[in-house]
């Protein structure tokens, strides 16, 4: 469905959507096709040149905000193809196909090395892919009982806890608010009447976001470029298929079902880590992540579109109070000034005097 974007383990990640892959090949900066900006040499042109370096940049941008919604865009619409799908295999057959073709892709094109790896690296691995596969499963059994607005609403709440926990000051319980009142909005006749079983499996997957967030830094961190996350999505695809099996056996073979569930993995995974990938040699986390947390709004509209889920004017206002809430504390977190504690000056200044001879000034008699 959603695919978690983890940039870093704190929340500037937090609004993307999991399976998106993290680690060292993202730059933290923004940059343009010749790096960042501000390492452009300063020339004879002066302000000329400082203009059409600032230009280039805001081109890089408006580029990087396009790949950002084609990429909301292609997880949303593939979240309503998958399901279309649910009648043919299931929404258990849906997450074994997506999570098993999108592992079969991502070992073909990355080719993720096996050796040089100890037990704690293959621990995150394993964690992360149950975090994927957990979170894949809970938020199609969501969508398969509550509209696709409403449960990508809800699913978003676990990420939003994290940007809230990681914020500073009093500013972050408003976003709490918000979210708050955006969730008793969608209640508003009771969870029962929504189907609880719907949102407490939507609930569930956003807790698994957020575990996912945190869990696809450290792989980052371990595995070069997304090695991490393929062998992630193989252990997911693993741990499904057994599921995926038992609840539609055959109907996986079908040979339409094979040719949807492609669809889906590639609309749903492939396509939009391609896309992130490219946005993020154009823009900031921040501003990635707070791109990201217009997923509610539009998959809102892929469950009108795709499969005609109206949502009333109060789900609306629900779903636009959860996706302020999300921007606003990315925003606050990325305003946070930084916790590391600057090197002490007269360490500093010692360092710079010679080690040899005596101290200026001092004397020698």
């Known amino acids: 469905m959603t695919d978690v974007r983890a940039l870093a383990p704190t ?3 937090v609004a993307g ?3 998106s892959p993290a680690g060292p090949a993202t730059p933290a900066t923004p940059t343009g096709p010749t790096g960042p900006a501000s390492t452009a040499p300063a020339g004879p042109a002066g302000p000329a040149g400082a203009g059409r370096g600032e230009r280039a940049a805001g081109a ?3 580029v990087g905000v396009g790949l950002v919604a084609g990429g909301i865009c292609s997880q949303q619409f593939g979240a309503a193809v998958a399901a279309s799908l649910f009648p043919r295999v299931g929404a258990l057959g849906v997450v074994s196909l997506r999570l098993a073709v999108s592992a079969l892709v991502l070992l073909l094109v990355c080719r993720p090395a096996v050796r040089g790896y100890g037990r704690a690296d293959w621990a995150v691995v394993v964690g992360f892919g149950v975090a994927l596969a957990g979170m ?11 509209p696709l607005g409403t449960a990508v609403t809800l699913e978003v709440l676990g990420p939003l806890a994290l940007s ?3 914020a500073r000051g009093p500013g972050r319980w408003l976003w709490a608010g918000l979210a708050l009142a955006g969730v008793a909005l969608l209640g508003r006749g009771g969870f029962g009447e929504l189907n609880a079983a719907g949102a407490g499996c939507a609930l569930g997957a956003g807790v698994l ?6 869990l696809s830094a450290r792989a980052g961190s371990r595995f070069p470029r997304v090695d991490g996350l393929a062998w992630a999505m193989t252990c997911g695809a693993l741990l499904s298929l057994p ?3 038992a609840g539609a056996g055959g109907a996986l073979l079908d040979p339409a079902a094979l040719a949807l569930g492609g669809v889906v993995a590639l609309l749903s995974s492939v396509l939009p880590y391609t896309l992130e990938l490219l946005s993020l040699r154009r823009l900031a986390p921040a501003a990635f992540s707070v791109l990201m947390s217009l997923s509610p709004a539009v998959a809102a509209l892929a469950g009108y579109l795709v499969l005609h889920q109206g949502l009333a004017l109060p789900d609306v206002a629900a779903i636009a109070l959860v996706v302020a809430a999300s921007a606003g504390a990315v925003r606050t977190v990325t305003a946070s000034p930084p916790a590391t504690a600057p ?11 010679p080690r040899t001879g005596p101290r200026s000034g001092s004397r020698t008699e």
């Not at 090197?343 to 005097?353: E, G, N, Y």
Request: aromatic content about 6%; glycine content about 6%; hydrophobic content about 50%.
């Open 11 to 13: 929340a500037d990640a």
């Open 17 to 19: 959507g999991p399976e």
């Open 60 to 62: 890089a941008g408006l």
């Open 136 to 146: 894949n499963t809970l938020i199609y059994q969501a969508i398969d009982r509550i």
């Open 164 to 166: 809230v926990v990681a």
């Open 209 to 214: 976001w957020a575990a996912y967030i945190l």
């Open 243 to 245: 599921l995926g099996v």
């Open 343 to 353: 090197a002490p000056a007269p360490a500093t200044k010692r360092r710079t005097r």
